[in-house]
């Protein structure tokens, strides 16, 4: 049975990874394994260890930290279940959010400030 901490650790690696616009390949090479561990890992069939968290981390420049955003709740069931819409399974969601992080900083403050604004209205 799938641990609730590594399906979101595993998911946490997809995003980072798709953000980068990396593979699971070039990510698999960077740190020294074959990309069906990768897969594994990102499905949270597989545990990955600390060592090689350490490893992830690197290639995708982020903090350990990173893996364990949004682990600040008490682990009750299953943490996709919690997450409304889970987004980071969200292909969509996922290009927009990469769209939006490439637009520059002072136009982007814009957008979010427009889109808070327009959400409040609806």
């Known amino acids: 049975m799938k641990h609730p901490v590594d399906v979101n650790v595993g998911k946490r690696i997809r995003h980072r990874r798709w953000m980068n616009g990396t593979t699971q390949q070039k990510l698999a090479e960077k740190v020294g394994i074959k990309f069906q561990q990768i897969q594994k890992y990102e499905t949270g069939m597989n545990r990955v260890s600390a060592s090689r968290l350490w490893d992830i981390a690197a290639a995708l420049g982020v903090p350990i930290s990173y893996f364990f955003e949004g682990l600040d709740q008490p682990l009750t ?46």
Request: overall charge negative; aromatic content about 6%.
């Open 77 to 122: 069931g299953d943490l996709a279940a919690d997450m409304p819409g889970d987004i980071l399974a969200d292909r969509e969601a996922l290009e927009l959010l990469r769209s939006y992080y490439s637009i520059p900083e002072n136009q982007r403050r814009r957008l979010f400030d427009l889109a808070r604004v327009l959400s409040e209205a609806a």
